[in-house]
């Protein structure tokens, strides 16, 4: 479906630009939409390294629920 596309679409997006925060922001919204929280978080966590600080705020929000 729709999610599954977006998955594979961040993951080439972080092959392509592996030093792009936001691409790993998107791809681990998409994960943790399709359950896959763990691996979502932990493309948060990789996006918050390169500097991504709306993936931060999500974080946060994430571990505050």
Do not use: F, M, V
Request: aromatic share 2%.
């Amino acid at each position: 479906g729709e999610l599954e596309e977006a998955i594979r679409s961040a993951r080439k997006a972080t092959e392509i630009s592996p030093d792009d925060g936001e691409a790993y922001r998107i791809l681990g919204i998409c994960l943790i939409e399709n359950s896959q929280h763990e691996k979502g978080q932990e493309c948060l966590k990789k996006a918050i390294l390169l500097g991504d600080e709306a993936a931060k705020r999500l974080l946060q929000d994430i571990e505050n629920k």
